[in-house]
């Protein structure tokens, strides 16, 4: 179960890789909840951490589609932030050229 709400975002504006750290809890319905302060209105909750953890890529994506951008999200592998999980976001567009130039090197 996931559920997303809108972000508002300029879509002609250019985007630069975004960290987002990620909070989770477990609710009293026997249910994960992941939150995050700096991507607003990610909500995504599944019955199980594992689940948990597939959603959550898919739910950042869909907040930044939803606002205009097309995003590669992964997790990162650093626990900086206390009681949060890194993700970073950035934009498909740098992640295509890369693998185009790399392409060409190889």
């Known amino acids: 179960m996931t559920r997303i709400v809108s972000l508002k975002m300029n879509p002609k504006a250019s985007m630069r ?3 987002v750290h990620i909070k989770i809890q477990e609710g009293k319905a026997g249910l994960f909840y ?3 302060q700096d991507l607003k209105g990610l909500l ?3 019955p199980s951490l594992d689940a948990l953890e597939r959603a959550i890529p898919s739910a950042i994506a869909d907040l930044y589609r939803a606002g205009g951008f097309s995003v590669v999200v992964t997790k990162v592998d650093d626990a900086s932030r206390e009681g949060t999980s890194p993700w970073v976001a950035f934009p498909a567009e740098v992640a295509k050229a890369e693998l185009e130039r790399q392409a060409l090197i190889a």
């Open 17 to 19: 890789a975004k960290l």
């Open 34 to 36: 992941a939150t995050s």
């Open 44 to 46: 995504v909750a599944e």
